[in-house]
């Protein structure tokens, strides 16, 4: 079991397969963003010993992240393997969704249990400003892909960023009243220096609630107003899904975090907004054993940070949000 020295029990890992991506999101990444070459990644063997390694430690939540983890060659053939790793119980992954339409059955037929879909407004055209190469009915597709595969439930995520697209989320919103989906808005958080993105774009949670109670009526908390994950959730008056509301920048929930995060080029991340690192690849490609992997592991864990200061306007500059798989 690995326990950092705050009494928290770390068993999820978010694992980035690529840092590429097919589409730049404004608030992810410049529209140039450059990649580290392959050479420089986790290869599938080394992914999988990381994986078999982590589930020893009693890591039993996966979730497969990038850059587009879609778009990293053989992922269905990876999704079967992490899926028959011993330990793991549940496997899921992040996804702009733009590949779906032909990936869902198969990534389902190799034992990925569910995704959350990238969506941050229904509006065509502000879809394709915000994602900067999207096309929202290729999304659309994607989704129903899902939902017809059985990747479920399906979990709609939406970064909120003022001047964008604020005023779309009465519309995702909407969405669960036709379908059993979570949506879920995610407040924008600002990494300074990397996108453009400022403080004063970050939209709370407490003004996306108002948006849409001056529109739905008083919306009912739901699991006794505690925290699902990251996520408060609610019901709309009647609706048959969920909304979810990740405040990282208002309200943030270090104290019920157990995440640890694997970047695309073999570090463990320790927490999403702080810089330190762990190198694992290193070691990996120099012989390391088991034992001292899981050593390093172990002892790594134990040092996982707690609270950041991004209301404060501090931030980690050290990578992209792709880089890491949010
Ligand atoms: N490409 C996949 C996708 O977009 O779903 C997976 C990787 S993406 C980095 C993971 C999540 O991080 C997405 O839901 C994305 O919207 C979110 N994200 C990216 N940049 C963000 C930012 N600056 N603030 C908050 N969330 C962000
Ligand atoms: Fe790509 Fe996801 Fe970042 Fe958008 S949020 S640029 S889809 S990695």
Same mark, same amino acid.
């Given at each position: 079991m690995a326990l950092d020295r705050f009494g928290r029990r770390i068993h999820y890992l978010r694992i980035s397969l690529t840092d590429h991506c097919n589409l730049r999101c404004v608030y992810c990444m410049p529209e140039d963003m450059t990649f580290r070459p392959p050479a420089e990644m986790l290869q599938d063997d080394e992914i999988l010993f990381l994986v078999r390694l982590f589930a020893s430690l009693g890591f039993d939540k996966i979730r497969l992240t990038g850059g587009e983890p879609t778009v990293r060659a053989h992922v269905v053939d990876l999704v079967r393997e992490i899926a028959a790793t011993p330990g793991v119980k549940s496997l899921s992954m992040t996804t702009n969704?733009? *590949? *779906?339409?032909?990936l869902a059955r198969p990534l389902k037929a190799a034992g990925l249990q569910r995704v959350n879909v990238s969506l941050d407004t229904l509006d065509p055209v502000r879809y394709h400003k915000l994602t900067r190469w999207g096309n929202l009915q290729q999304v659309w597709e994607g989704i129903l892909a899902a939902e017809e595969a059985g990747l479920t439930p399906i979990k709609i995520n939406a970064v909120v960023v003022r001047g964008y697209n604020e005023v779309d989320i009465v519309d995702l919103a909407r969405l669960t009243y036709e379908h059993d989906w979570q949506v879920r808005f995610i407040e924008m958080m600002p990494l300074g220096g990397i996108t453009d993105f400022q403080r004063s774009q970050v939209v709370s949670t407490a003004e996306m609630l108002a948006r849409l109670e001056a529109v739905y009526g008083a919306v009912e908390p739901l699991n006794g107003g505690e925290l699902d994950g990251e996520a408060r959730l609610y019901r709309l008056p009647g609706a048959r899904g969920t909304l979810g509301f990740i405040a990282s920048v208002t309200l943030p929930f270090c104290a019920s975090c157990t995440r640890a995060r694997l970047t695309a080029d073999g570090r463990l991340r320790l927490c999403l907004l702080r810089e330190k690192e762990v190198d694992l690849l290193t070691p990996l490609r120099n012989g390391a054993t088991w034992e001292e992997m899981r050593q390093l592991i172990v002892t790594s864990i134990w040092e996982k940070p707690w609270g950041h200061g991004l209301a404060e306007g501090?931030?980690?500059?050290?990578?992209v949000m792709s880089e890491i798989g949010g």
């Open positions: 969704g733009v *590949l *779906l339409h032909k501090e931030v980690a500059t050290n990578r």
